[in-house]
């Protein structure tokens, strides 16, 4: 691949991690709009509205889910998925600038998620289990690539930050 092509590529992996924090940021907010409100009567209005039986396990789950919400648990739903687009978003950032430490975190985070992937394809394969898995694999193989090339061409920095 050309260095023009790995380019390209990892614009689209930062579009893609920027995709994801920003949708990750918009439900933190939504979160935040549920603080104050009867969340059992929520539960059960949605159930409704969805011609859902609420006797049925996975229904039954979103009703005992909905219930054991409190504006605390919803503030810390929220906190945490301020952090983890903050952290998505960051990383974006630095693969568009073609920062080395944004490239190294692309390949930690998708490295972090193959073990789990593995699980999930082991108790019961879908397709959209391996897609995630070839996916998560493409990611870590460009980054790689990416990482070896810029050692190999001397681009490597010294200063994990810069």
Aim: aromatic share 10%.
């Amino acid at each position: 691949m050309t260095s023009s092509g790995l380019r390209k590529s990892l614009d689209i992996v930062a579009a893609i991690e920027a995709a994801k924090g920003t949708a990750v940021l918009l439900a933190g907010f939504g979160l935040l709009g549920l603080l104050h409100r009867d969340l059992h009567a929520l539960g059960e209005e949605l159930v409704v509205q969805f011609h859902l039986n609420p006797a049925r396990k996975y229904p039954h789950i979103f009703m005992d889910l909905m219930s054991s919400l409190n504006d605390t648990r919803l503030w810390s739903l929220a906190g945490m998925a301020l952090l983890y687009s903050s952290l998505r978003l960051v990383e974006a950032y630095g693969l568009w600038k073609q920062k080395t430490w944004a490239e190294w975190l692309a390949l930690a985070g998708a490295c972090i998620y193959l073990p789990f992937e593995v699980y999930e394809i082991y108790a019961k394969v879908t397709w959209v289990r391996v897609s995630a898995l070839v996916f998560n694999l493409l990611i870590v193989l460009l980054m790689t690539r990416v990482l070896l090339q810029k050692r190999r061409n001397g681009h490597a920095q010294p200063n994990p930050l810069a």
